[in-house]
């Protein structure tokens, strides 16, 4: 486990630091009174610190501030292009990456192809072969990456970097990053998925104006991430999340985590399958009978104006408000952010799963906000890099820091 620093003169000197970057890096272009007013810091430790920055070239004085009579200011930005991170996420049957700069803006982005349940050594050597292909087409060495992050669907530790169970890949207490940690001499860091988006979220979404929020995923399974005084809450163990795994009918339909009635079975793309069989013989003449349903295929249908599909739609939405309903109720949220691959068919669904889904224990008294993420597909690999980004700009109070604020 980490351990805290002493609590000593150049602690409070790295704090300092940490405080004013942070300020530029979020809020820049910022002229100096604005970030002396935010910080709270005495003028001469303030410009201290920027003369240092600006030496280290992790930042940079940028034109003038519009001028309100007064003397004009000129404004501090963070270098985004200081460094760079890389960011993966796994899918079934492909890796995505993204390269970015320090505030997770992809520079470039690559998909690679393999058979759906390779080995994870073959999954493990094409991260390296496509990372040395980051390296070499930007002419950049490894001291020149903050880190690497991955984002993967299933349970995983990110403390300890192992997937203890991803049921989409079939894999099992599989440890990924650690080969990838020692090709590269680099930080790597791993976490579900969800959580990925999340920190993507908090940094270009919801997070901007809100601080208590939950994200569910709807698409091949059902996923949840939640944060709580601008923070994801992982568990203990890193399984906080598993929200497709929550029971809404004990005699249900069997689930492959071993009980009965999840929530995922009803609304995964697998589950529509499902709910199709119970329809399909009231609707022989739907385009949807003898097709592999995912609400992709659903949507295309609902727009053919296909009546099973309006039926399917009216079932998601009426699994869905019982998840917002668990939600809301557990943890009476300020907002629910709706992120995934069903959002494609979102006209046929949102509004009467959150119309349904006020019927909750706060009625009349409460509301919770229940909106779509406006982040487009790209917050999965974004989130992946600002796992190893947001590492480096922590304030930095452990002995153990990767860290460009310790210098
Ligand atoms: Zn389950």
Known sequence: MNKLRKADKSLIKDLNRS????????????????????????QSTMTKIIDELITLDLVHEKGEANSTGGRKAILLEFNNLFAYAIGIKIMQDHLIFAFTDLQANIIDKREIFYESSSNTSLIINLMIDTIYEFLNDFHIETKNLVGIGIAVSGLVNSKTGMVLRSPLLDWDHIDISQPIKEEFSLPVFIDNDVNAYMLAELEF???????????????????????????????????????????????????????????????????????????????????????????????????????????????????????????????????????????????????????????????????????????????????????????????????????????
Not at 21 to 42: D, H, M, V
Not at 336 to 361: C, D, Q, Y
């Open 19 to 42: 405080t004013v970057i942070n300020a530029i890096r979020r809020k820049g272009p910022i002229s100096r009174t604005e970030i002396a007013q935010q910080t709270k810091l005495g």
């Open 205 to 407: 979404g919801y997070g901007k104006t809100s601080n208590q929020f939950i994200c569910i995923s709807l698409g091949d399974g059902i996923g949840a991430s939640f944060v709580i005084d601008n923070k994801v809450y992982k568990g203990e163990y890193g399984g906080a999340g598993e929200f497709g795994h929550t029971v809404i009918n004990v005699d249900g339909r069997p689930c492959h985590c071993g009980q009965y009635g999840c929530l995922e079975t009803y609304l995964s793309n697998r589950a529509l399958n499902l709910n199709a069989q119970e329809f399909s013989a009231r609707y022989p003449k739907s385009i949807l009978n003898g097709q592999n349903i995912n609400y992709e295929t659903l949507t295309l249908a609902a727009r053919e104006k296909d009546e099973m599909a309006f039926v399917l739609f009216e079932q998601v939405s009426k699994y869905l408000s019982v998840g917002l309903i668990n939600a809301i109720n557990s943890f009476n949220p300020k907002t629910i952010v709706l992120i995934g691959e069903a959002l494609v068919g979102k006209e046929f669904f949102i509004n009467e799963s959150i119309e349904r889904a006020k019927e909750n224990f706060f009625r009349g008294s409460i509301e919770t906000k229940i909106v779509t993420s406006n982040l487009g597909n790209d917050a999965w690999v974004q989130g992946a890099a600002l796992q190893a980004i947001d590492m480096v700009f922590q304030p930095p109070i452990y002995e153990e820091a990767n860290s460009l604020i310790s210098m």
